[in-house]
Nanobody
Framework: VQLQAFGGGLVQPGGSLRLSCAASGSIFSINDMGWYRQAPGKQREWVAG????????EYADSVKGRFTLSRDNAKNTVSLQMNSLKPEDTAVYYC????????????????WGQGTLVTVSS
């Protein structure tokens, strides 16, 4: 199973970016998906998560009201729309997904994308 994240880049404060992450490989089912981020010199922090049926989304307080998480189960993708970006949103963003790779799997295994850099600066 591989997770490929893309969509990062440089944006001015107040701007928007959309991150996407696609899961591929031997996938039987995917549970929760979401994003973490790690700013320079800081620990990795959870940003947002979405349930398998896409009915429940949760956000860190720092991004609530500005970021919107969605998923497309037909394409095994999760996307993070980031609006009103602030310099403190600058970080490497990592997507994650809980995956069963076969019907015989008892548990979901967490997989991670390679990270995509978001820089918010004027």
């Amino acid at each position: 199973v591989q997770l490929q994240a893309f969509g990062g880049g440089l944006v001015q404060p107040g701007g928007s970016l959309r991150l996407s992450c696609a899961a591929s490989g031997s996938i039987f089912s995917i549970n929760d998906m979401g994003w973490y981020r790690q700013a320079p010199g800081k620990q990795r922090e959870w940003v947002a998560g979405i349930s398998s049926d896409a009915k429940t989304t949760e956000y860190a307080d720092s991004v609530k009201g500005r970021f919107t998480l969605s998923r497309d189960n037909a394409k095994n993708t999760v996307s993070l729309q980031m609006n009103s970006l602030k310099p403190e949103d600058t970080a490497v963003y990592y997507c994650y997904a809980g995956v069963k790779d076969s019907s015989r799997s008892l548990f979901y295994t967490n997989y991670w994308g390679q990270g995509t850099l978001v820089t918010v600066s004027s």
